[in-house]
Nanobody
């Protein structure tokens, strides 16, 4: 079973920075796409950034220019560098990995989630 473990969350002042890490239990090359999401209690989980196995990245408008997603295939770890943090960035941040698989003749996707790490932006 694939395991994803996030770390790096915490309390930071507005305007500050944090780097989140997502350590995977197996090679990142086995995933077609990985991403970072966040959720505030009572609201839906929002996609923040994704990175494909080929390196293509995609960002939500809310974080474009402030957050950077990256991956280190040797360390089997994905990162989210977060700069210019705002109070509205406060949430539980989770990482996600998706693998496209073929079972018999049917294509499907296996999706894995970490448990999340709390980020609080407050003075």
């Amino acid at each position: 079973q694939v395991q994803l473990v996030e770390s790096g969350g915490g309390l930071v002042q507005p305007g500050g920075s944090l780097r989140l890490s997502c350590a995977a239990s197996e090679t990142l090359f086995s995933f077609n796409v990985m991403g970072w999401y966040r959720q505030v209690p009572g609201k839906e989980r929002d996609m923040l950034a994704t990175i494909e196995s080929g390196g293509n990245t995609n960002y939500a408008d809310a974080v474009k220019g402030r957050f950077t997603i990256s991956r280190d295939n040797i360390k089997k770890t994905m990162y989210l560098q977060m700069n210019s943090l705002k109070p509205e960035d406060t949430a539980v941040y989770s990482c996600n990995a998706v693998r496209v698989v073929k079972r018999n003749t049917i294509w499907s996707t296996d999706t894995y989630w970490g448990r999340g790490t709390q980020v609080t932006v407050s003075s």
